[in-house]
């Protein structure tokens, strides 16, 4: 039997999730229009009105958002209605510069978890599942949407949030846990823990797991799949559209069905900005079609994919998107943390390091190992491995400060770092994960 957790909406024909989409995309331009100054100018600069969409075929006449918008109207620009609404906020792991502050209502919040449910449901969950959230709670949106949505079906839901492992395997084994929600790379570190501890995969009741929240390879599913005994779904989302359930994978594990009723994606060239034709490849853009607190039209992700609306046999209609296959800007996912270079530039800068730089990033044993290379000016370098030491352990604090975590220095002599003609390698990624 086949099941969904809103199933009239998650079969709909093609056709009528087009009506539902056109008749919540007039209603909700003219939301933002009203109540979002920030993007009603952007419209204006346009000479766009809200009549000028009618359908979700004009949605391609609207501005777009990045980043750089959010960090402009930071941190209530882009509120989309009156505070005393608002019931909630969440926020990425980027260091003040880069934070996204997202704001939810109490529908917000009632409709991310719906999305949440669905990703459950669609795993196989139902009222008779345990399922542990090892994603972290707080600001991070992981362990708040899996926590509602595993509510909203009935699981009895442990809010584990994330590390303690020895506590996870505990709560695991003696609560019979049958679903598992963590990032990836976590779930392979609980698999190879459980075997340390002596566990055989058949000894734990885990039928399935939800893992999202940075790229991850199909061998490193059979990986976590055979360590656990599971079956290992895939599920996307981002903090500006609400946080994981955007997107979630089903039985057939090809590509993750989008929640078309809630979010319109396009894929876009990342250059021009053009709309590309279904199949291509480009960035993928969302704009939310009945957030009230923070509604985003058009807002580019950054993240590289596909979609198809090939017809999936597990019922579902909505649109199918592909794993992330990059993105378009340098962002990085080092242990769950979204760092950029230009963050790491900045520290070197401010403390008197040239920019001559180089960041290695590699997996090992399943998480990720974070090293930079720095030039030493001729002035700070020594050979007194004590001094070097130090000088080290200074720049590791300074780092730690601004990106959230701590890479390990290696000070290098002067003029060792390979001088480029062209843009310059600034990031060595050996993680292999696309
Ligand atoms: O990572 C939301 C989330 C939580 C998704 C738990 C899934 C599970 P942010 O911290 O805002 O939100 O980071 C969003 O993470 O633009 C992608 O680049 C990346 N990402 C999210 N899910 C996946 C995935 C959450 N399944 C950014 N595969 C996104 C690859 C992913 N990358």
Known sequence: MKNYYQPEIETASYEEIRRIQNEKIV??????????????????????????????????????LSKDDLREAYPFGLLGTDLK????????????????????????????????????????????????????YGLFTGGAGLNGGSHKVGCMTL??????????????????????????????????SLAEQGYKPEDNKLKAGIFGAEPWTEEMRQGIEKSLGIKAYDIY?????????????????????????????????????EVLPEGSKGELVFTSLDKEGFPLLRYRTKDICILSREKCSCGRTHVRMTKPLGRSDDMMIIRGVNVFPSQ??????????????????????????????????????SDKVSEMQTLEKNLNTAMRSMLGIGPKIHLVAP????????????????????
Not at 33 to 61: A, E, F, H
Not at 363 to 380: G, H, K, Q
Not at 415 to 434: C, Q
């Open 27 to 64: 209603k909700q331009v003219k939301h933002v229009y009203d109540n979002v100054p920030y993007y009603r100018n952007l419209m204006q600069q346009k000479g766009l009105t809200p009549d000028d969409i009618k359908s979700v075929d004009d949605i391609k006449k609207l501005p777009f």
């Open 344 to 381: 790491i530039e900045t520290v070197l800068l401010k403390e008197g390091y040239p920019p001559n730089y180089q960041i290695v990033v590699d997996r090992v044993n399943n998480s990720d190992t974070f090293d930079i290379y720095v030039e030493c000016p001729a002035e700070l370098f």
């Open 85 to 136: 609404n608002i019931v909630r906020i969440q926020s990425t792991s980027g260091t003040t510069g880069k934070r996204v502050v997202a704001f939810y209502t109490q529908h917000d919040v009632d409709l991310w978890e719906e999305c949440c449910a669905r990703a459950i449901v669609a795993a196989g969950g139902t009222n008779e599942d345990v399922c542990q959230v090892a994603y972290g």
């Open 237 to 273: 989302g981002l903090t500006e559209t609400s946080g994981p359930g955007v997107a979630f994978e089903c039985e057939e594990q090809k590509g993750m069905h989008i929640n078309e009723d809630h979010f319109y994606a396009e894929i876009i060239d990342p250059e021009t900005g």
């Open 159 to 192: 809010p584990m949030s994330s590390g303690n492992t020895d506590r996870q395997i505990q709560f695991m084994m003696d609560l019979g846990a049958t679903i598992l929600c963590c990032t990836p790379s976590y779930a392979a570190y609980i698999g190879e």
């Open 415 to 434: 003029k060792t770092i390979e001088r480029s003609e062209g843009k310059a390698v600034r990031v060595i990624d050996k993680r292999k994960l696309h």
